[in-house]
């Protein structure tokens, strides 16, 4: 069969394909494509793509997530896609040079996703990240072999990035990350959860004021000082994550809600310190679809009723172990919350009063309801 105007072709998971299908491919419809995922295809190696990216030279986009080892001959053979945009080699084995050939062939590349490499340290990195000027987008999850080597290598060649995940990336400390800040302002969307920020490290991101997403949970060296920088200094931010941030506070809270009134998304979850203050100052986020506050045993119906009258538009809440959140709660969501679509209310003290008057929100596809105290 000839596909000779293909633009996109997924292969996710196709484990029948192997080199020679790949071979194929290369004479159907090599000139048209753009777009080619080939994640998850364990039966090709990285002999059988360095064919096949001879032929494809339009391609824009090209995933090999958790295929095949990256050798040097192969990050060589991607210098004949000179158009190509995106790369995304997630879980992939780096063999040794491999990264280094890729920052040498793919000079053009604007986004790079290296989560959950293997292979990956703070040479061949920092190489890499030299040539790539143009970068910016970088995932560089759970790489846990980068050092404070890595990070200065990235903020002073990828001045330009827009976007830097680096959850888990546990031997960078807090020094390297204020890097971040002072030199890749024009940041919107960076991932820092489980690192070792502190709030030093947040008055320096404070500096990236189009920031709209910022995900920090599990760093717990920050606190209300730290939270109060980024609530005066970002007021695009639309998603926050302080998920497991027991240095915070309802102070810390009402800055980020006060400064960020488009909020859509905040985690919350077992920040055990929020009481209903933080809910109130919550509520006048009117464009807030997203709640989890899971495990903040100081929240009650009074702070949730706040919410629920504020926020008209939210479609997901996680209640699950606040127990002083009771029917009264659920009566306010029903009366108030029509666009909600998700909830969970395990270990509340929510009776079968409180369930009745939820059944009324006709959008609602999910509620988990395991052990009600009530």
């Known amino acids: 069969m000839k596909l000779p105007n293909l633009q996109v072709l997924t292969l996710v998971g196709c484990i029948g394909i192997d080199d020679d299908a790949l071979g194929s491919l290369d004479k159907e419809c090599s000139k048209s494509l753009q777009v080619l995922d080939m994640s998850h295809c364990q039966n090709v190696t990285d002999v059988g793509v360095s064919s096949m990216v001879k032929s494809i030279p339009n391609l824009l986009e090209l995933n090999l997530s958790y295929c095949c080892p990256v050798t040097p001959s192969m990050g060589r053979s991607l210098q004949k896609i000179t158009k ?4 995304k080699l997630e879980g992939c084995k780096f063999m040794a040079d491999g990264l280094k050939a890729i920052g040498s062939s793919c000079v053009s590349i604007r986004e790079l996703s290296l989560s959950k490499c293997s292979g990956v340290a703070d040479t061949e990195l920092s190489f ?55 030199h890749c302002p024009h940041l919107e969307e960076l991932d820092l959860t489980d690192s070792d920020l502190d709030d030093a490290g947040l008055k320096a991101l404070a500096r990236c004021s ?9 760093c717990l060296r920050i606190s ?9 200094s970002c007021p695009k931010l639309r998603d926050i994550d302080l998920y497991r941030c027991g240095g915070i506070s309802d102070d810390g809270v009402i800055q980020i809600a006060q400064g960020s009134p488009m909020l859509e998304s905040m985690n919350l979850s077992y920040c055990t310190e929020i009481t209903d203050r933080s809910l109130m100052s919550i509520s006048k986020c009117t464009k807030l679809n997203t709640l989890e506050i899971r495990g903040c045993p100081r929240v009650s119906s ?5 919410i629920a009258m504020g926020c008209r538009l939210l479609s997901k809440l996680d209640i699950k172990k606040c127990f002083e959140i009771n029917d009264v709660g659920m009566l306010y969501l029903s009366q108030f ?25 006709c959008g609602l596809q999910n509620m988990t309801i395991v052990h009600l105290a009530g």
């Open 128 to 182: 890499a990240v030299s040539k790539l000027k143009n970068l910016l987008k970088l995932d560089i999850t759970c790489c846990r072999n980068i050092t404070d080597v890595s990070v200065a290598a990235i903020t002073s060649s990828c001045t330009s990035l827009i976007s830097l995940r680096m959850e888990s990336c546990s031997h960078v400390s807090s020094g390297a990350l204020q890097l971040i800040g002072k």
């Open 224 to 232: 209300d000082e730290g939270l109060t920088h980024i609530g005066k």
């Open 84 to 87: 190509l945009r995106t790369l």
């Open 337 to 361: 919350s029509h666009c909600l679509r998700q909830i969970n209310l395990s270990y509340c003290s929510v009776t079968d009063i409180g369930l009745l008057s939820l059944s009324s929100i």
């Open 302 to 306: 009074a702070g949730l009723s706040e």
């Open 210 to 218: 189009n920031l709209s997403s910022l995900k920090i949970g599990i």
